[in-house]
């Protein structure tokens, strides 16, 4: 099955302490990227690749890192988290057409509580 | 910027009505329209994609129509079903294409 994977699904951390959520895709989509949605704020856009060794910022990168070492691996840092990233994260991958990205395939979420 | 918004923010529907979202964006200049599908506290399920030189797509009771010029998508549902409650996000691709932008998402209970 076509999908993205998210791990892990539900975590609670401590102000500080550095963590990783993984993300993999199995369709050997280029683009891959990460997203934090929060009420009221919708969904927003914190990292992207275009493919391996390639990322970029997006809308709200501070205090978070990528990295692209695999195609079908996009893992999100936080190397000292704070309350104010408490949030749902998702990962997304898409195809690369000659012109652009074709469909997106959401994971199904990390919930990431910050105390 | 590219900003997107859904009207309405929350709808309540008995059973079996036809119903129509809105989705409308400040830039026309986009490369591709996503329709998705929120249920609480999970991921985001793919409905819809119209490429931006097509004016509809169709699947299922779901139909979802382009209009670039004037910055609108809608998204009709025939028929509601209780299991159509979720809430409907729109999403925008940039025109570079490797970017969404999301709108605020219709919130939709259909009662039985």
């Known amino acids: 099955e076509a999908q993205v994977t998210q791990n892990p699904r539900y975590l609670i951390t401590v102000t500080g302490k550095k963590l990783t959520v993984t993300c993999s895709q199995n369709m050997n989509h280029e683009y891959m990227s990460w997203y934090r949605q929060d009420p009221g704020l919708g969904l927003r856009q914190i990292y992207y690749?275009?493919?391996?060794?390639?990322?970029d910022k997006g809308d709200v990168p501070e205090g978070y890192k990528v990295s692209r070492k695999e195609k079908r691996n996009f893992p999100l840092i936080l190397e000292s988290p704070s309350p104010n990233q408490t949030s749902l994260y998702f990962c997304?991958?898409?195809?690369?057409?000659?012109?652009?990205?074709?469909?997106?395939?959401f994971g199904s979420g990390t919930r990431l509580t910050v105390v | 910027k590219q900003e997107v918004t859904q009207i309405p923010a929350a709808l309540s529907v008995p059973e079996g009505e036809n119903l129509v979202l809105n989705c409308s964006f400040t830039?026309?200049?986009?490369?591709?329209l996503q329709w998705f599908r929120q249920d609480p506290g999970k991921g985001l399920t793919s409905l819809l994609l119209i490429q931006s030189s097509q004016r509809e797509q169709t699947s299922g009771r779901l139909n979802a129509s382009l209009d670039k010029s004037s910055g609108r998508s809608t998204l009709y549902i025939a028929a509601s079903q209780p299991g159509d409650s979720a809430t409907y996000l729109c999403a925008v691709y940039n025109n570079a294409g490797n970017m969404l932008t999301f709108g605020g998402g219709t919130r939709l209970m259909v009662k039985p």
């Open positions: 690749s275009m493919n391996v060794e390639v990322t």
């Open positions: 830039d026309s200049a986009i490369y591709n």
């Open positions: 997304a991958s898409s195809k690369r057409t000659g012109t652009g990205n074709y469909g997106y395939t």
